[in-house]
């Protein structure tokens, strides 16, 4: 996750029931509501009713300018609270940015030097002599993933340091050759906090609020690897299948560091958006090294950069990424040749209502299409098929996939899928490696409704991760 969790899902490809409290909206500098209002609202409106997400913070900005903010749905459901645009979300892995900014700025100072190898800062870890900044910048290090779930393992309840996190996954050996694959990996930016702390010569937080936060005027930011939101900002959920929503446990202090550590508004972060169309905080020479996407050794893509996913859509350049931790999503695309940004937050984990939104949010300000996708499958249909009865055949899964399968869990996705009635099929859309796992995402059709399905398999072929979602 950040999808820390995710730390991301891939989303260039994304571009190519709770009922909606009355939205609650600000216009920026008070301004009038511009023209797109309305369907960015039905947008936004449509996804949480389709996803059962309880709410969204969004905001745009349009010709450099933020020009429009607004939230939806319930922040709270028990006590009812309306969602404002004033509540601070998670925004798990996009906080990667901004780790990714601070190891640039410390390149400014002459501190260090992206081509430097990471035990020039951090000794012990495997081939660190081998692996550089760049690479871990990049996710093309080699360091698996520490957290690749959609849920938070037993575990990961527990509190832990960077050295801890370190000593478990950078100490083993690597997926691969530095630079010669590209896998997203948390361990990474673990790794990048520590060199910040080692060469800024403070904790890591502190250096990004003297160098960042307070330069941009970021007033909302939280660091919620120390502390959980307040009671005024939103709760967040997690499901069982479409089972109902349910308060989302809290990730034990330090698990979170440098990868996606971060709360704060959708305006705030916009701020920082705003900050990468008019490269007003860095030298351009750190925003061309922010945003340049890095090739493997035999000169393959990658479709990131540092910190960021970079693509195009339909001709557009886009700079984005996601993020999640436990109870929250986001997306944030920036489009830098249209002087157009996108912030989406939501508060449920292990599903793409952000990305969902986003994505219609920036067709409609292009005046593009939806894109079409998927491949015919049936892999998973069996599994589908006893969840919604109530079964699950044990052996099939690790001890982490079988501690989320609780009697709870069958019981919500029993009672959730069986109304569907026949699943009439189910179709592969992506697949990947990470953390030492097998990704697929798939999606399952039925009558009346289509399901996201999100499955890690490890290399003995257990299952990992099985989480099952609305996709409309």
Request: glycine share 8%; net charge neutral.
């Amino acid at each position: 996750m950040p999808s820390v969790r995710h730390l991301t899902r891939p989303f260039l490809s994304v571009f190519l029931a709770l009922t909606s409290i009355s939205a609650i909206s600000t216009c920026a500098y008070g301004q009038t509501a511009p023209p797109y209002a309305s369907e960015v609202d039905d947008i936004a409106n449509k996804a949480l009713a389709a996803s059962g997400v309880p709410s969204a913070s969004v905001a745009i900005v349009k010709d450099g300018k933020l020009a429009y903010v607004h939230a939806y749905g319930k922040a709270s459901i028990d006590p009812p609270r309306a969602a404002e645009p004033a509540m601070r979300y998670s925004i798990g892995s996009i906080s990667k940015q901004f780790t990714a900014a601070a190891i640039l700025l410390l390149a400014e100072d002459g501190k260090l030097s992206l081509n430097d190898h990471v035990s020039k800062f951090v000794p012990g870890l495997t081939r660190g002599d081998e692996v550089t900044i760049r690479q871990i910048l990049s996710h093309t290090s080699g360091y698996q993933d520490y957290w690749p779930q959609d849920y938070v393992p037993p575990f990961m309840l527990n509190q832990v340091n960077a050295q801890k996190i370190l000593d478990i996954w950078a100490h083993k050996q690597l997926d691969f050759d530095p630079g010669t694959k590209w896998q997203y990996s948390n361990t990474n930016f673990v790794i990048a906090g520590l060199i910040v702390e080692k060469a800024g010569k403070m904790p890591f937080l502190d250096f990004l609020m003297q160098r960042i936060f307070k330069p941009l005027g970021m007033t909302s930011v939280l660091n919620i690897d120390q502390s959980k939101l307040t009671e005024s900002d939103p709760t967040g959920y997690f499901r069982f299948a479409l089972g109902p929503p349910r308060v989302a446990p809290k990730e034990g202090k330090g698990w979170l560091f440098a990868a996606g550590e971060l709360a704060m508004t959708a305006e705030d972060l916009e701020k920082w958006n705003i900050s990468i169309l008019k490269q007003s905080l860095l030298k351009p020479e750190s925003y061309k090294e922010l945003e340049t996407e890095i090739l493997l050794k035999n000169g393959s893509s990658t479709g990131y950069a540092l910190g960021i996913a970079v693509g195009k859509a339909n001709g557009h350049r886009v700079l984005r990424h996601g993020g999640e931790v436990s109870g929250f999503t986001s997306t944030s695309a920036i489009l830098p040749d249209d002087g157009m940004a996108v912030v989406v937050l939501t508060n449920q984990d292990a599903i793409d209502a952000s990305g969902q939104i986003a994505r219609g949010i920036v067709m409609r300000l292009l005046q593009l299409s939806q894109p079409a996708d998927a491949k015919e499958d049936v892999t998973v249909k069996a599994l589908m098929e006893g969840l919604a009865a109530g079964k699950l055949d044990h052996s099939l899964f690790s001890d982490n996939g079988n501690a989320y399968f609780s009697e709870t869990a069958l019981a919500d996705y029993k009672s959730s899928l069986a109304p569907l009635g026949v699943l009439q099929g189910v179709q592969q859309t992506a697949t990947g490696s990470r953390g030492g796992m097998t990704f697929r995402n798939y999606t399952a059709h039925y009558s009346s409704k289509t399901l996201n399905i999100s499955i890690y398999e490890l290399s003995d072929g257990k299952i990992e991760q099985f989480i099952v979602t609305s996709q409309d």
